[in-house]
């Protein structure tokens, strides 16, 4: 089952997030009983510093270590679209003083049938799910198009011929677009740029004219009328774009493509050592600041628990599996 986020941007706690902040706080009452080593704790990241998954790291991670009386260091160890940090917290002690920024591309890469180097639930285990954000379908003004429908019935005239853009082979916008073509029996293809900066660059000056883009950087592009945007991809809409609906209720019932960020850890990590982690990760996620940061980057704070990220990650990874299955990735 999806857990709902705790605290959507603009919305409310759930019960569930209130439950889980009290637990946490009683916890940390707890934590000089715990067998978590009187040590710094070292996040590793799997991606440059500065980008998505790096900020979340950093700035849930950061408070999370207050919570828990320890420092934290944000370790970035780049490469095989995130498994070389994966193995890297794999391979360490499992006493809780070293965790993966598990993200959306660690589930896309273990379903890649080349790409199993690490297993999630056997050489890793879940700890706490930390955050979420959709994406926007936005197209260019030139290609004649305003609805998500409209977009399904051009590209079903012109199988193979319509370009989409892609921050990269794998990236949650590659995968929001081949989600798409699957679901919607459509053919359009990819150009994978290194990053999305410069695939919105070419985006806006009409070269490719499609893409699952990232909110926080086509937002202001989209208000002013230089791209259009069509379909949140996302479960629900989002406050920064209300006049868009999703990509579910535009045609598209069950679509459901969002960039979402984790914390794991070495399995034979100590269950109460994983529960006390968790419980100071959902504290932090419950403070004002920690969301007001969080909402600057585009992304929503996730409550959940060491059991709801593992059902979740094992979904998405299935999710992906036929996705790429579908769009022949497996076969690259």
């Not at 959507?8 to 978590?36: K, N, P």
């Not at 799997?46 to 999370?64: E, Q």
């Not at 082979?169 to 410069?198: C, I, K, Q, W």
Request: glycine share 12%; charged share 20%.
């Amino acid at each position: 089952m999806r857990l709902k986020p705790a605290a959507t941007r603009g919305g409310a706690f759930t019960v569930v997030g209130f439950v889980l902040i009290a637990g946490a706080a009683a916890c940390g009452v707890a934590l000089a009983q715990s067998d978590l080593p009187n040590k710094p704790i070292r996040i590793v990241v799997g991606f440059a510093a500065g980008g998505p998954s790096d900020l979340v790291a950093r700035i849930v991670g950061t408070k999370t270590g207050e919570i828990l009386g320890r420092s934290v260091v944000v370790e970035n160890k780049t490469g095989a679209g995130g498994m070389i940090a994966v193995e890297a917290v794999a391979r360490a002690e499992p006493d809780g003083s070293t965790l993966s920024n598990t993200a959306t591309s660690v589930a896309v890469n273990e379903s890649m049938p080349k790409s199993i180097r690490v297993e999630f639930g056997k050489d890793l285990v879940a700890v706490a799910p930390q955050a979420e954000t959709a994406n926007v379908l936005v197209v260019h003004p030139s290609l004649g198009v305003k609805t998500t429908a409209e977009l399904i019935a051009l590209a079903k005239t012109k199988p193979g011929e319509l370009l989409y853009a892609s921050a990269g082979r794998g990236s949650a916008t590659h995968l929001s677009a081949e989600t798409f073509n699957m679901m919607a029996g459509t053919r359009m293809m990819p150009v994978h740029y290194r990053g999305g900066g410069d695939a919105i660059k070419d985006l806006l000056s009409g070269q490719v004219k499609i893409m699952f883009a990232n909110i926080a950087p086509v937002l202001g592009f989209v208000n002013q009328g230089k791209l259009i945007g069509l379909g949140v991809t996302g479960p629900m809409r989002d406050h920064a774009l209300p006049g868009i609906p999703t990509v579910a209720e535009s045609g598209l019932p069950g679509f459901d493509v969002r960039y979402w960020v984790g914390l794991s850890a070495p399995r034979g990590t100590p269950r109460d050592v994983i529960k006390l982690i968790e419980a100071a990760n959902n504290k932090a996620l419950a403070l004002p600041e920690v969301q007001t940061a969080l909402a600057a980057q585009g992304f929503s704070p996730w409550i959940g628990t060491a059991e709801d990220f593992d059902r979740f990650y094992r979904a998405e990874r299935d999710k992906y599996a036929k996705v790429i299955q579908a769009s022949g990735m497996d076969k690259e």
